[in-house]
């Protein structure tokens, strides 16, 4: 049987309702919002997925050495591809009919039921799908590939049935671009395969030298452009390799080191992404921790003007760095974001859509909203700060 709605509720009527529902939904999610913001959410798609060119090899000019030259034309692959399925949602819920009897003077009545039902409905199923911003729906193949698809999550699913409880990270050593002399290296590599990519260092091109320093790992020591293409950064905020700040304590720690590290994972993906991350989302305990250890000094101040702020999203800054927590973030992590780096994608007219059917057999009406998308990434303009290593250590 055809969807359709049922005579009970003008069309107009209910269309008019919905809007109204899904407007506040981007206020409530301050990625979602950004992203809006930015023009990054596109709807209406098409096709039974994402598919777009990666540009993992940068060809490079040479001298012209006098007034004659043959211009050279090598025949070089220079891109690969990546390729995203879209993931589908669904949930549904019955009105009576004896509901819609009791309720049946006039519009105004009948719209108060739908009204509620689709209120519940939206809420929630738009807490959920919020949560699924920061899936990893590489454990399960068929979910949104949300942000720790990138860096990988536990198997574990949270209590909302989320896979973006953090996961294990091997951190870099003598055997894997980390400092020859067997020191301690805060750096971790990534090890998922997102959109049919690698996302481990050197998987294209595996050109990384530290030269004849034996005590640095990468980002440090030269490497093209293609050797961490697909690769995003992990940190390990908790690194004896970090410095503690004196003034609080000498136990390496989220307390004592998250500006050293914020700092080091900022200035690196600038400086080997030519692009300033936007903003800083963290989980709600580590930005109250970071607060708290800078009373003392007011390290932290209220973000006068940016596009968080005009979104009613107050946030905090650092150093000219947006911190900001949000519903779902993962346990014990910090992530830098880059906005133009990050993209919603919808197959339906509106971020999430409903739909209306009569039960021949019961007489209810079925009220069911879904949504068709994917999150679409580039894994190299984005970093997570981790508790990779035990505090103390």
Known sequence: MALQFPTSAATSTLNRYFKEVMEPIYRTSILHGLLKKRGRIEMDEGGVGLVWPVQYYVQQP?????????????DIA???????????????RSITKLMRLVNKRGDTQIYDVISRTLDQLTKDFMRHMKLRLWNDGTITGIDVMGIMSVFGASSTPTAEGVYSNLGSYTL??????????SSKWPVA????????????LGSKVNDWTAGSDATIGYPLGTCSPGFHFWSPFIWDYNSSHFTPNPAISSVHCWDTQ?????NEAYYTLVTLQQNRPDICILDTN?????????????????????EAVDLNFPTMSYNGIEFHTEYGVPSQAAFLLTLDEMSLHSWQKDWIEVTEDQDP???????????????KLSPAHMAILAPISTAGT
């Open 172 to 181: 870099l050593d003598q055997t894997t671009f980390g400092p020859s002399n």
């Open 286 to 306: 580590l930005l109250q921790r970071a607060m708290n250890s800078t009373i003392a000094q007011q390290r932290f101040v209220a973000t006068p003007k940016s």
């Open 78 to 92: 220079t891109e690969v591809q990546a390729q995203l399925g879209l993931a589908g949602y669904d949930m549904g």
């Open 361 to 375: 057999t019961s007489s209810q009406s079925l009220h069911k909203v879904d949504a068709y998308w994917q999150m």
């Open 62 to 74: 040479r001298n012209i050495a006098g007034p004659v030259t043959q211009t050279q034309y090598p």
């Open 258 to 262: 998250w500006q050293t590290v914020v």
């Open 189 to 200: 590599n990534p090890a998922q395969t997102y959109a049919g990519l690698s996302t481990a």
